[in-house]
């Protein structure tokens, strides 16, 4: 099955600089990769994605990058503010079996001291 | 995207009992999942549960200890039977959405507590 591999486990950021998690998978037939926020006692929530036929898509501080070939994609965070501090979750996304299967990382604690 | 609510939203359960947790849906939608997540933890998804159909159980989940019912396309339920206090975690449903139902959007949890 699909193993995903995510670091740092933990981080921290000074208010204003740049956040960098990276992720590693497995299967090469996974398609769809999330990222997800999640704060202190709330649910975890879609902030961004991307396909495996798009190398780089960027919602206006949040960016992520897939490389295929390498099997690894990474959620790029800049100009950080105090609200983003949150737990981030990397997912792989596979069909199987008419079903979808979604493997999550074991999450990023990012702090971002103000 | 839909909203989505779950009850109850936390219980404190002894040993042996079951619980039954309720996700509900504004809108229809065909896909929706169970998810299990321990403290500090990352999420683990539990079962797939499509209308009209069985539930689909990941590796190491089974059916006698948590039974899915969807018996409609806004609507489902969980049952964490039998608990112990292994059980003691979020217990969060999600649905899918977008053109291949890849987007997951998640429901509130349930926080189990089982003494």
């Known amino acids: 099955g699909e193993n995903v591999e995510q670091h740092p486990s933990t981080l921290s950021v000074q208010e204003g600089d740049s956040a960098v998690i990276k992720c590693t998978y497995s299967?090469?037939?996974?398609?769809?990769f999330p990222w997800y926020k999640q704060e202190l006692g709330k649910r975890p929530q879609l902030i961004i994605d991307?396909?495996?036929?798009?190398g780089e898509k960027k919602d206006q501080r949040i960016a992520v990058t897939l490389n295929k070939t390498a099997k690894h994609f990474s959620l790029h965070i800049t100009e950080t503010q105090p609200e983003d501090s949150a737990v981030y979750f990397c997912a792989a996304n596979l069909l199987h079996g008419g079903y979808q299967k979604v493997t999550f990382g074991t999450g990023t604690k990012l702090q971002v001291i103000p | 995207s839909a909203v989505i609510s779950q009850k109850p939203s936390r219980d404190i359960c002894q040993r042996g009992t079951s619980l039954t947790i309720q996700c509900q849906v504004d809108?229809?939608?065909?896909?929706m999942f169970w998810y299990r997540q321990q403290p500090g933890q990352s999420l683990t998804l539990i079962a797939t549960?499509?209308?009209?159909?069985?539930?689909?159980?990941e590796s190491g989940f089974v059916i006698d200890k948590f039974p899915i019912s969807r018996p409609n396309l806004t609507f489902s339920t969980l049952t964490v039977s039998n608990m112990s206090p292994e059980d003691s975690s979020i217990y969060l449903c999600?649905?899918?959405?977008?053109?291949?139902?890849?987007?997951?959007?998640f429901g509130p949890g349930t926080r189990l507590t089982v003494l």
């Open positions: 809108s229809q939608v065909t896909m």
């Open positions: 999600s649905v899918g959405a977008g053109s291949s139902y890849n987007e997951q959007f």
């Open positions: 991307i396909r495996s036929n798009v």
């Open positions: 299967d090469s037939a996974s398609n769809y």
């Open positions: 549960a499509n209308q009209g159909s069985e539930a689909t159980y």
